[in-house]
């Protein structure tokens, strides 16, 4: 009888261990996380319809998707209060509200630095070398 033993994850195998940001970077800045948890931290408690209001060319479906992966993950909470018709909120989260400096520090890089990734791409975009 032998016995098989199960390869053990490196850095260079397993990308979470190269870089151990990687799963927040997935949790918090996939495509519409980062408009609804800044809005619900900058407005409180909305509803679906105020929500997306707020946030723009969000579809209804795509809403829906991100605001129950972010209720998994414990970033919003979801209060259903059964009134006729029924009523449903949202808000950010003790949770949520932990990464408001994060954002308030990429809000002061994009300030610092947008303008020079804007030059950096038409430089690039332009170089005849290209």
């Not at 970033?75 to 509200?97: A, C, K, M």
Request: overall charge negative.
């Amino acid at each position: 009888m032998t016995v098989e033993t199960m390869p053990t994850a490196s850095a260079d195998t397993d990308p979470e261990l190269a870089c151990p940001v990687a799963p927040v970077v997935d949790i918090v800045f996939s495509r519409w996380t980062t408009p609804i948890l800044w809005t619900l931290n900058a407005r409180g408690r909305l509803r679906f319809v105020e929500l997306e209001r707020a946030i723009g060319r969000i579809t209804p479906k795509v809403l829906t998707q991100r605001l129950r992966q972010l209720e998994r993950d414990g970033l919003v909470l979801r209060t259903y209060h059964p009134e006729v018709p029924p009523r449903v909120e949202y808000e950010i989260s003790d949770l949520g509200r932990s990464l408001a400096p994060l954002f308030a520090h990429l809000a002061e890089w994009a300030a610092e630095n947008l303008e020079k990734v804007v030059e950096a791409r038409q430089a690039y975009d332009t170089d005849p070398a290209r």
